[in-house]
């Protein structure tokens, strides 16, 4: 057994179930190179790591969170802090709370989010999660303010591992707009490990932005599975701009017809930094529809990673699926792997997917130059804007939040 998960198992404090959950992945071990989805990423650094478990209160600068207002969730190395939060602000309908216990665990494992078996973070997010997120909005309520989920990360006595449970569930003809903020205050290189259930009731929405820019020694791994009900519809954004080593699952399954999606995000690979993204949809109703729009970076001696796979099931003929995912590579010492993938299994659907890795215009470069530009400040304008286009078409309650996010990280770019 690895150093890592002698570790995370010395920390162990649930009950009987969640004790064989956690035994099955110590007897299964971490992925290997062989695994297919963790081809691309490498675990061998991290299973020789050790890791404890936060313990105590970690003083919270109030600063790293005066840009982010209520309603408010904030856990600090995975435990929910009470001081820094506030709900005042909720609406009538909508539940938010902290979890903890049986009552985390069990709804962490009904039958439609329990994880598979090569899912090894997933299953170690259900068998030691302390605390996460529960969101529920009920059936009708139209909650029009964002509610903010901030994730700190703070240095300790030792490096720490956290992991969250969390579930997200929104009624009948519901609507909500959730924003996650994962960040840090002094640098650390802790490990995050979080499961996520989301699930959208017939003609509910929601709209999801995810901001990760958490300390450039940080390991995070996440993951995300999404159930869509008849005519729902979910809004997704996800910004990778932080961590040493960020790893997240998205899994979204279109069960109801007329369900619709629409899931983008921008990787920007900087320094050293690895970034893995994995997504999965898959048609299931008919007259489904997602839209998927991804932007990758590469600087420095980073490496992105990109896997977009579509599965339109039989049965699920009328449906619409559509993936664009473009890299740009600004640099000999980047490296980026995409890997577009769909498969077809129905009748009377309209698909398309690509992929592009490349670099910057040179056309354009000459044009921004003669008209006076510096190289630097040509290959920065030309960078913003190849990945502004997704900040830009996101959903009017987030568009702001992940605007200004998005410049303040390319704006410490290295563009020489």
Not at 107 to 119: G, Y
């Amino acid at each position: 057994m690895s150093a890592l998960l002698d570790s995370l198992a010395a920390g162990f404090g649930g009950d009987a179930v969640q004790r064989t959950l956690l035994d099955g992945v110590l007897r299964d071990g971490l992925p290997a190179a062989r695994n297919e989805s963790w081809k691309c990423t490498s675990l061998r650094a991290l299973e020789r790591r050790v890791f404890g478990t936060p313990e105590g209160d970690v003083v919270v600068d109030a600063a790293v969170l005066a840009d982010i207002p209520a309603p408010r969730m904030v856990f600090v190395n995975g435990r929910f802090d009470a001081g820094h939060s506030s709900f005042a602000t909720l609406p009538d309908g909508v539940t938010l709370s902290p979890r903890s216990g049986a009552a985390l665990h069990g709804r962490a494992l009904t039958p439609e989010f329990a994880p598979s078996r090569d899912a090894v973070f997933a299953r170690l997010a259900s068998a030691l999660a302390a605390d996460g997120v529960l969101l529920q909005v009920a059936d009708g309520v139209r909650a029009t303010e964002p509610i903010h989920l901030v994730f700190l990360g703070e240095p300790a006595q030792a490096d720490v591992a956290s992991h969250v449970s969390h579930r997200i569930t929104i009624g009948v003809d519901a609507s909500a707009a959730v924003v996650e903020h994962h960040r840090h205050g002094q640098a650390h290189a802790n490990l995050s490990n979080a499961l996520t259930g989301i699930e959208l009731a017939a003609g509910a929405g929601l709209v999801h932005a995810r901001i990760q820019d958490e300390s450039s020694r940080a390991t995070l791994v996440t993951r995300t599975d999404v159930l869509l009900g008849d005519k729902a519809h979910y809004e997704r954004v996800d910004l990778e701009l932080g961590a040493a080593l960020s790893r997240h699952d998205l899994t979204i399954k279109l069960l109801g017809s007329g369900a619709r999606v629409s899931a983008n995000g921008v990787l920007l690979g900087t320094g050293r930094r690895h970034i893995d993204t994995q997504l999965a949809v898959e048609h299931l109703g008919r007259d489904t529809v997602c839209d998927l729009l991804w932007r990758g970076l590469g600087a420095g001696r980073s490496r992105a990673v990109f896997h977009g796979g579509i599965v339109i099931q039989n049965g699920a003929d009328g449906a619409d699926a559509r993936l664009s995912n473009k890299n740009l590579l600004l640099g000999d010492g980047a490296e980026i792997d995409t890997q577009p993938v769909l498969e077809i299994h129905a009748d009377e659907v309209k698909a398309a997917h690509g992929a592009t890795v490349g670099q910057l215009d040179p056309t354009a470069m000459f044009y921004l130059r003669s008209r006076g530009l510096t190289e630097s400040d040509a290959r920065r304008l030309l960078t913003s804007a190849f990945c502004r286009e997704v900040a830009v078409g996101a959903p009017a309650a987030v568009r702001d939040v992940l605007a200004r996010a998005l410049e303040r990280s390319l704006a410490t770019l290295d563009l020489e």
